[in-house]
């Protein structure tokens, strides 16, 4: 299987990556890409285009301009492939990921985790918000754990991450229940000097009652600038093995990419564009 990641965070595209970039994906990404208001959200959403071609290429060793990518009704990336490889891609914060694999359906899903910004609201607020979302077991692992706030956070969004990853591998987007899914934490907080560690002890109840899928959640913090961190989680088939992302940059991605039509040139309209935008 395959895991990747690329921080996006402090990339100042160059007009020449940005052009060379738009020859790798299709019209009608370019034209979504092409809508956002702020540059940080079209730099995510063109990163994420291209890790799914570069993923592709790697997994597949076909040239990554020769993938049709369809999307579900309810906007879920896939190819028709014979090979059957499923691939799921997540942006948030510094971070856009990806994981594929040959072993059946796959989600993923990232979310900060620890960060040196103020929460704008009290841990309290958002669980309260959120009652509804989260099961009594899941509340406490939140809350009761630690009194440092900071640790209530990083549970927090520890758990929403791997409620968010189930419902990406489901495909769904929203709709689904979210307390349907109860997650029994077995380990709980990383090993701070393992910067490799994978947890894949974390089980997950549906509806009050073991999942009956072959399931298995992995889950793995990624260093950030200024001792900041977030937090990835994967879900996939047991069959699958268990293993640490690789970090890429823009230049690995855009050298793993291939324009979709050679003869054709960039167009400096997305430049252009792109320029546009406003920067948050
Ligand atoms: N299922 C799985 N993956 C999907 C998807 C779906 N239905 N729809 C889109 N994706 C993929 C796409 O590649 C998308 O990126 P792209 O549009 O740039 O290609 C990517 O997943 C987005 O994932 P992520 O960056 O993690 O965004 P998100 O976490 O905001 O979105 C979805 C997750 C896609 C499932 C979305 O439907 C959603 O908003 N879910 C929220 C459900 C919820 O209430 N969660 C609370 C958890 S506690
Ligand atoms: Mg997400």
């Given at each position: 299987m395959f895991r990747f990641y690329v921080n996006c965070h402090n990339w100042t595209p160059s007009q020449n990556e940005w052009l060379q970039?738009?020859?790798?994906?299709?019209?009608?990404?370019?034209?979504r890409i092409h809508k956002f208001v702020f540059q940080r959200d079209a730099k995510f959403a063109l990163a994420g285009q291209l890790l799914i071609r570069y993923l592709l290429a790697q997994a597949l060793q076909?040239?990554?301009?020769?993938?049709?990518?369809?999307?579900?009704?309810?906007?879920?990336?896939?190819i028709d492939s014979p090979e059957k490889?499923?691939?799921n891609l997540s942006h948030h914060?510094?971070?856009?990921c990806i994981a594929g694999t040959f072993h059946g359906l796959i989600g993923c899903d990232t979310m900060e985790y620890?960060?040196?910004?103020?929460?704008?609201?009290?841990?309290?607020?958002?669980?309260?918000?959120?009652?509804?979302?989260?099961?009594?077991?899941?509340?406490?692992y939140i809350l009761k754990k630690s009194s440092d706030v900071n640790v209530h956070f990083r549970h927090f969004y520890r758990i929403w991450c791997l409620k968010e990853s189930y419902v990406k591998w489901l495909g769904c987007g929203i709709g689904f229940t979210l307390a349907r899914m109860n997650f029994c934490i077995q380990t709980d907080d990383f090993d701070e000097s393992d910067a490799q560690q994978v947890l894949s002890d974390t089980k997950l109840e549906l509806d009050n009652a073991p999942l009956k899928d072959d399931l298995r959640f992995d889950e793995q913090i990624i260093p950030l600038e200024n001792n900041e961190q977030q937090?990835?989680?994967?879900?996939?088939?047991?069959?699958?093995?268990?293993?640490?992302?690789?970090?890429l940059t823009i230049a690995d991605i855009l050298?793993?990419?291939?324009?979709?039509?050679?003869?054709k040139q960039a167009d400096e309209k997305w430049w252009k564009n792109f320029q546009t935008m406003k920067i948050k």
């Open positions: 970039a738009t020859r790798c994906i299709t019209q009608t990404e370019l034209e076909r040239k990554s301009s020769s993938f049709e990518i369809r999307r579900t009704e309810y906007g879920r990336p896939f490889f499923d691939f914060y510094h971070l856009v620890r960060v040196n910004t103020k929460p704008r609201e009290s841990i309290e607020s958002l669980t309260d918000l959120l009652r509804n979302e989260f099961t009594k077991n899941e509340y406490d937090i990835i989680a994967v879900c996939l088939s047991n069959k699958n093995s268990c293993q640490p992302f690789i970090e050298q793993g990419c291939s324009p979709l039509d050679e003869t």
